[in-house]
């Protein structure tokens, strides 16, 4: 598949072809869906706890003697019925992680790519560079290059340090190494846009018998 490669300023410079097996793979919705799934699961960190009756402290005693008051039994005040006592069936910690063959995981990013390729929401830019951190100059290009939509910025490396410090004023645009290509990200922001020197990148983990 032939993209229009464009410059910063968004004029069209040329073209590329884009890896045929990661670009116009299969599309398996439900495979998508269980990466994300798996994604959204991996990131609940399960740090909630709440306290038993054998966690709060006191209720030694035994606050009245089982026979002869009129009163319901008791054995401890530290019971959930009372007031300061422990909680019954409230969330402790635990882990949510899914776990996913790393090959099911290659081949949903393939998924999600296709898509974005069929759909016309892959834009190559030749060079994305910065003089200087300036967040509205990164705005305008994006302006010009995904128009009002939401977009995903893919770099090869981490060398132009002055987009990744102007993207975080841009709310909704992210700049993202192409290792770390994820199925929520790619399924969250309208336009994909990549570097063309990141193709090659992505190719390296994701291409032919990956």
């Not at 054998?54 to 019925?81: E, I, L, Y």
């Amino acid at each position: 598949m032939k993209v229009d490669v464009i410059d910063f300023k968004g004029k069209k410079v040329g073209d590329v072809e884009l890896p045929k097996d990661i670009f116009e793979a299969p599309i398996n919705v439900a495979l998508m869906h269980q990466a994300y799934v798996r994604q959204m699961a991996n990131a609940h960190l399960g740090t909630h706890e709440t306290k038993t009756r054998s966690d709060v402290s006191g209720g030694g005693k035994k606050p009245w003697k089982q026979k002869g008051t009129g009163r319901a039994r008791q054995g401890s005040t530290r019971a959930a019925q009372w007031v300061g006592g422990g909680k019954i069936f409230t969330p402790h910690m635990r882990s949510y992680d899914q776990k996913m063959p790393l090959k099911m995981r290659r081949a949903a990013l393939r998924s999600a790519l296709s898509v974005k390729a069929n759909d016309g929401e892959i834009i190559v830019v030749d060079d994305v560079t910065l003089k200087e951190t300036k967040s509205k100059e990164l705005s305008q290009a994006f302006e010009k290059w995904a128009g009002d939509n939401s977009a995903l910025l893919v770099m090869p490396d981490k060398k132009k340090e002055n987009v990744f410090v102007s993207a975080k004023n841009l709310p909704d645009v992210k700049v993202l190494l192409a290792h770390y290509l994820n199925i929520r990200d790619l399924l969250t922001y309208d336009r994909l846009v990549l570097e063309k020197s990141s193709i090659q990148v992505i190719e390296e983990f994701l291409g032919k018998g990956k």
